[in-house]
């Protein structure tokens, strides 16, 4: 579905020049910080990465240049197994000299479903029912969403308008937006993160045609990720 070099230039770049991949944020030391999947490469290091047939993993390191004494390695793995979806894993490791407070994960997405000629006619759909964020247009093409555990947040909206903010860290739950340019977004809530503890969370897309054959792919997914990956 995806070829290792590909998912490479996913986890490291953003070709729409906004919002893309996966953020984080969280309390230390009474101050919080957002830690931004686009940021400047300066306060992220690339500490290996590992290539597998069907899978990429990369080590990143995060040191913010606010503060010294804050360190934090992600690890940020993509993972298809010539599958028909793609499973996303995230893990944030806390490196500093503190623990951190009220960890928030997210996971920003822009498919612009149907490619540059039709991006505008979008419609993004969140089933609070199934915990599935779901995007389709015309074409038909339709793309689907999903995580391991229930997400605390979801958010769909126009790309440069889909923003995490210091005195509002939490998405706005709306439940569908469309047709128009739309990107989506999922949140967990992870809590405290102690001293090298590790928290990690997983999301599975895949695309087909209609919405109920998107769902037994997810389904058909997370049974073979459960199978074959725990």
Do not use: C
């Amino acid at each position: 579905m995806v070829e290792t070099e590909e998912m490479e230039s996913e986890l490291l770049r953003n070709p729409a020049g906004y919002k893309s991949g996966f953020w984080t944020s969280f309390v230390v030391d009474d101050k919080v910080v957002i830690t931004e999947s686009t940021e400047e490469m300066d306060v992220f290091s690339i500490k290996s990465i590992d290539k597998k047939e069907g899978s990429v993993k990369v080590h990143l390191g995060y040191t913010s240049s606010d503060e010294g004494s804050l360190g934090l390695d992600f690890e940020v793995e993509l993972m298809t197994f010539e599958k028909p979806f793609m499973l996303m894993r995230h893990s944030t490791i806390n490196k500093s000299s503190s623990r951190l407070e009220d960890l928030v994960v997210y996971h920003f997405m822009d498919f612009d479903v149907g490619g540059p000629k039709s991006y505008k006619d979008d419609i993004g759909e969140y089933d609070s029912n199934n915990h599935m964020m779901h995007l389709w247009d015309e074409n038909p093409l339709h793309v689907t969403l999903s995580s391991s555990t229930e997400p605390d947040g979801w958010e769909i909206s126009p790309p440069t308008k889909l923003n995490i903010e210091e005195s509002n860290r939490d998405l706005k739950k709306n439940s569908i937006l469309g047709p128009r340019d739309v990107a989506v977004a999922l949140q967990w809530n992870l809590g405290r993160l102690e001293i090298d503890e590790k928290r990690t969370v997983e999301a599975l897309v895949t695309a087909a045609k209609t919405k109920d054959e998107a769902i037994a792919r997810i389904s058909e997914a997370w049974d073979w990720v459960n199978q074959n990956l725990r």
